[in-house]
């Protein structure tokens, strides 16, 4: 599985971007996939993920902001940001995994397969 992540970008505080990643190779239907980001001198962090493609969850931080989807016909999957903030800055990876078990979905050493991230900028 390779993944493609694209999408990022500088926008001002309170606007939107969608990220998009892009399976090749193989199908990744019933995979977990997730998105995790890593701002300048901090750890990587995760941001959101589709549990086999069932149930999605949320770090706290962008909970009600943020929104996971995917698109299986095109082997891709979204992560839509709104209502963005300067502290949401950061390289943005997706990752996905075929075996994971929820309890792991937050560790991102668990995931198998990752993408080259995309930046975000939120700046005024």
């Known amino acids: 599985v390779q993944l493609q992540a694209s999408g990022g970008g500088l926008v001002q505080p309170g606007g939107s971007l969608r990220l998009s990643c892009v399976g090749s190779g193989r199908s990744y239907r019933g995979y977990t996939m997730g998105w995790f980001r890593q701002a300048p001198g901090k750890e990587r962090e995760f941001v959101a993920a589709s549990f086999r493609g069932t149930t999605s969850y949320y770090s706290e931080s962008v909970k009600g902001r943020f929104t996971i989807s995917r698109d299986n016909a095109k082997n891709t999957l979204y992560l839509q940001m709104n209502s963005l903030k300067p502290e949401d800055t950061a390289v943005y990876s997706c990752?996905?995994?075929?075996?994971?078990?929820?309890?792991?979905?937050?560790?991102?050493?668990?995931?198998?397969?990752w993408g080259q991230g995309t930046e975000v900028t939120v700046s005024s």
């Open positions: 990752a996905a995994d075929r075996g994971l078990i929820l309890s792991s979905l937050r560790d991102g050493y668990q995931y198998d397969h």
